[in-house]
Structure formats: C-alpha cells, structure tokens
Nanobody
Framework: QVQLAESGGGLVQPGNSLRLSCAAS????????MGWFRQAPGNEREFVAA????????VYADSVKGRFTISRPNAKNALYLQMNNLKPDDSAIYYC????????????????WGQGTQVTVSS
C-alpha cells in the first residue's frame, strides 16, 4: 500500500516563496505519475501541476504557470512543488497524489493521496 506524506506548508506573505515536498513509501511509486492538487474552503479540489513517472513531462494549471515548478528528481518517490510569487488566492490545503491517471489533471484518476499540507498567503 503506497503512502504519501506532504510537508513544507506554512504562512507566508504575498510575493514570497514556499517549497512543498511529498514522500512516497510502501510500494513502487516509480512507475506512477504524480501530481499536486489544492482545495480551499468551500471549493472543489483543483489541479495544480503534475509530472509523468519518468519526470520527463509536466503540466500546469493556467493559474500557476510561470510561478510554480513541479519536479521529481531522478524519477524517484519524491515530489516537489516550488511556489514563487505566492498570492492570497494560492491559500489552500495542498495534496500530493500518485497513480496512473487517464488524465493527469483529473483528481478522480489518481489512486493514492496524502493528508495535505496547509499553505496560507496573507499579509
């Protein structure tokens, strides 16, 4: 059974940066795609970014393109999200996901989820 654990969330001022991490354990996650999703209070879970199992291909939500960078060094069971120039609208619980999705942007296509890490952007 694959387990995912996120870390790195916190409270930051607008314009600052955070780096989220996700560690996968308990199984072979190397052949799975991985992604980041987020959910703000009262909103549905939304796609942020994803990377293929090889690390060779990435996709981003339009709202974070150019500010966030997803990485999966050496295609191992670690996933990162570098978030720069953060905005208040980025405030949410951020979830790491792993699976073999038909669509990397669809939450329902991922099999495994972490518990989430809170990101709050506020002055």
């Amino acid at each position: 059974q694959v387990q995912l654990a996120e870390s790195g969330g916190g409270l930051v001022q607008p314009g600052n940066s955070l780096r989220l991490s996700c560690a996968a354990s308990g199984g072979t996650g190397r052949l799975y795609d991985m992604g980041w999703f987020r959910q703000a209070p009262g909103n549905e879970r939304e796609f942020v970014a994803a990377v293929t199992w090889s690390g060779g291909s990435t996709v981003y939500a339009d709202s974070v393109k150019g500010r966030f960078t997803i990485s999966r060094p050496n295609a191992k069971n670690a996933l990162y999200l570098q978030m720069n120039n953060l905005k208040p609208d980025d405030s949410a619980i951020y979830y790491c996901a792993l699976g073999r999705p038909a669509s990397m942007m669809k939450a329902q296509d991922y099999a495994y989820w972490g518990q989430g890490t809170q990101v709050t952007v506020s002055s």
